[in-house]
């Protein structure tokens, strides 16, 4: 069983990898287990994962280990500096009890989290993508700013300077037309008085006059002749 890298030096919060690999003379059917151990100071042991042969990956929340058969790949997630220390595969056996074959060491070393001063601004990745299109697009945004200020202000001045060049008598107030007098109207109707309820009076008798007859007689009249008439026209 050997283990590779034999030292891996990474920082806080980064991910350590490692790769155990076995070989087996006779390799037909046997069982076998994968441990993951871990050393510090020199102390005893501690075993931190397990897989077995047929099993394609376990995981736990900080190991992760992954079947490559014959080669076993071993994952320290979320570095801490107190994951530091030595640590070495072990493989148990199933066919022969008790035996059980260790790698040698390897060696992983956290460091700390590299400081970022909140006043140093981070550079510009070359060749992002994503700053070059919010680049792109500011500068787009400013020129139609400029364009549209440039398009208010023309058509301000045009609209003041043809307030002034118009003739006397378009500046000229409108005439007021003299104000409409509404003249009231009368309507006429039929009043109904009520007559006097009391019983009616007769008329007053007035005294009959007294009638004198007169006779008037006229004198006869001689019959007009042809020759009496021609001398009443003479």
Known sequence: VTIFPEVLTLPEGDKA????????????????????????????????????????????????????????????????????????????????????????????????APQVNATDEPEMEEGNPSEHIKAMLLGILLLAGVVVLLIFGYLTFTYRRGDVQKPPSENMPVEEKPPVVFVSTVDYGVLEFQRDQCSPVPPKTQPVEQTEYATIIFPEEKPVTPERGKKHLD
């Open 17 to 112: 990898t490692f790769f155990c690999n076995i070989s087996m003379e006779n390799d037909s059917g046997s069982e076998y287990s994968l441990n993951w151990y871990k050393e510090t100071n020199h102390s005893q042991a501690q075993k931190t994962a397990e897989i077995s042969r047929h099993k394609p990956m376990t995981e736990t929340e900080k190991y992760r280990l992954i079947n490559h058969t014959p080669v076993f790949e071993i994952e320290i997630l979320n570095l801490h500096q107190n994951d530091s220390g030595s640590y070495y595969c072990g493989l148990i056996t199933f066919y022969e009890p008790d035996k059980v074959m260790e790698s040698n060491r390897s060696q992983l070393i956290v460091t700390a």
